[in-house]
């Protein structure tokens, strides 16, 4: 390791295991150093718990910028619920809205994305993984679904681009995901590897419109899917051949590209592997969310300092919070309600 890899924090983003910062895992993060956190609703109770933890989190590494995601998209993915957090809505609802009227349909998502953005800030949490610009295709499974703005790219580049914005505005960083495009799975990645028989010229007059139109965003996920065509052998998030030809290639996404959750059955092998061979392909951040010390400690081992690139391309666009103003909340959620209506 160079004297300038010791003075980059490690690629790697981790979860922790409940509300509190355990002792153990405070030790941890200081001695490993991960580039960031990622929450989970096994670590959100209350605002003020929140708040609390975020700020142990970023204290542990002795950053006070560190980034803290999470996945706030609304619908089925949300891990800040009622009674203390807004009922958001399913994505696919405004693409619904977008039918009868684009205009109010955009509105609606920028409004829609400041008010997740507003709550977000209250907690120290400056980085939601959101929008899924992903295009359901007919006979896909559901694990994306409703979670998607739709499967027309000519509704979901509008729609996505409106949610950054609206992130955007309190100074919350959005992630595109999940590249090179999973609207075509036909199985769950939580659970099985998706295998999508589409050639580079199909996915590139369809698949990867939404990620192409929003490439100069600053963070994006890849998915945990094969190509055949592409590379017969290696899933997006762990393909040097995806990650060069189609992502940084083809889509010309030249942000912050994280893994998705490396925990996921999608993918085989050993944790540390995994997080290892995905740096190694070509993805800035490993990202490694169940909490698990022991799980934490061996990607830790395996998992490289963040290279010159992946910093250039984090600070490039580093953004900061920006506290709302109650009564604007208020204006803001009355006016989504009548656009939804």
């Known amino acids: 390791m160079s004297n300038n890899d010791a003075k980059r924090p490690k690629a790697v983003i981790f979860g922790c295991a409940g509300t509190d910062l355990a002792d153990d895992e405070a030790r941890f993060f200081a001695a490993a150093d991960p580039l960031g956190f990622i929450l989970f609703a096994r670590n959100c109770d209350h605002p003020a718990q929140v708040k609390a933890l975020t700020d142990a989190l970023r204290q542990s590494v002795g950053r006070d910028d560190a980034p803290i995601l999470i996945d706030q998209e609304g619908g089925r993915v949300r891990r800040l619920r009622p009674p203390h957090w807004r009922d958001v809505p399913a994505p696919a609802r405004f693409g619904h809205l977008y039918g009868r009227d684009a205009a109010a349909a955009v509105e609606a998502v920028r409004i829609n994305a400041r008010l997740i953005a507003a709550e977000l800030v209250d907690l120290g ?3 939601d993984c959101l ?4 295009l359901p295709t007919d006979g896909a499974h559901q694990a994306i679904g409703d979670r998607a703005f739709s499967g027309d790219p000519t509704i979901a580049i509008p729609l996505g681009e409106a949610a950054l914005a609206g992130l955007a505005d309190y100074g919350v960083t959005g992630v595109i995901k999940h590249m090179p495009g999973q609207g075509r799975a036909r199985v769950d990645s939580h659970h099985d590897l998706p295998v999508v028989e589409a050639g580079l010229d199909a996915l590139a007059a369809h698949d990867l419109a939404p990620f192409r ?7 994006g996920m890849t998915g945990h899917v094969l190509y055949p065509a592409i590379d017969a ?24 590209l994280l893994t998705d959750d490396l925990n996921m059955s999608a993918l085989s ?7 290892a061979a995905a740096v190694a392909a070509g993805c800035d951040i490993a990202l490694h969310c169940s909490g698990v010390l022991a799980e934490m400690q061996r990607v830790a081992a395996k998992v490289p300092a963040l290279s010159e690139d992946g910093a250039r391309r984090y600070r490039r666009n580093r953004r900061s919070m920006v506290r709302g103003d109650v009564a604007e909340r208020q204006r803001s959620a009355d006016r989504l309600a009548e656009l939804l209506a």
């Open 125 to 127: 949490i400056d980085v």
């Open 131 to 134: 929008p899924v610009l992903d």
């Open 213 to 219: 139109a929003l490439s100069e965003t600053a963070w």
């Open 233 to 256: 052998g290696l899933p997006a998030t762990l393909s040097p051949r995806v990650i060069e030809t189609v992502i940084r290639g083809a889509i010309g996404f030249d942000g912050l």
């Open 269 to 275: 092998g050993a944790l540390e592997d995994r997080a």
